[in-house]
């Protein structure tokens, strides 16, 4: 199984965090193929990331969600889970709304990553831009398994599983 990233920056000025994108994009890359290895995805598969500037991701968030704030991720499943992981909705028929016609990879979704956010938040929690942008790809790629965190039990679920993958590769907050 290999996770491929479709990968674009959407800012106005994409030369001013160029080098930082080309140093955490094989990065977030193995969050996203860990992530999705550890929950048994039968296949390989495409996960589209989006960078973005806070002016677009408020305007995507109020769109999609109803709430007109700037936000740090938004994620966009591609696949319905009814239980967090669990492809074997996958074996019951084939969906072509699920692969790429052409290239035959699972579409898994999307994420949208506020690079500004990004700064923001390594300056706040006193860590590393690549330990936080590693943060919010782990955060979303559980998003895109089905996970939430709208309930307590469903938070800290998901903050451990946020954890166990930082830790697993080595992305933690002394990154």
Known sequence: MNISLYWEDDTENPDLHADFLKDVKEKARKVVQYTFETHNCPCDGEVAIYIVDEEEIQKVNCKARGIDRVTDVLSFPNLPFEKEGD?????????ADYYDPESRL????EMMIC?????????????????EFCFLVAHSALHLLGYDHEE???????????EEILTALGYTRDM
């Open 87 to 95: 492809f074997s909705f996958l074996s019951d028929a084939y969906t």
């Open 106 to 109: 699972l579409l898994l979704g």
């Open 115 to 131: 690079i500004e956010k990004v700064y923001e938040q390594a300056h706040n929690y006193g860590h590393s831009r690549q330990r």
């Open 152 to 162: 307590q039990e469903e938070r800290l679920r998901m903050e451990e599983k946020q």
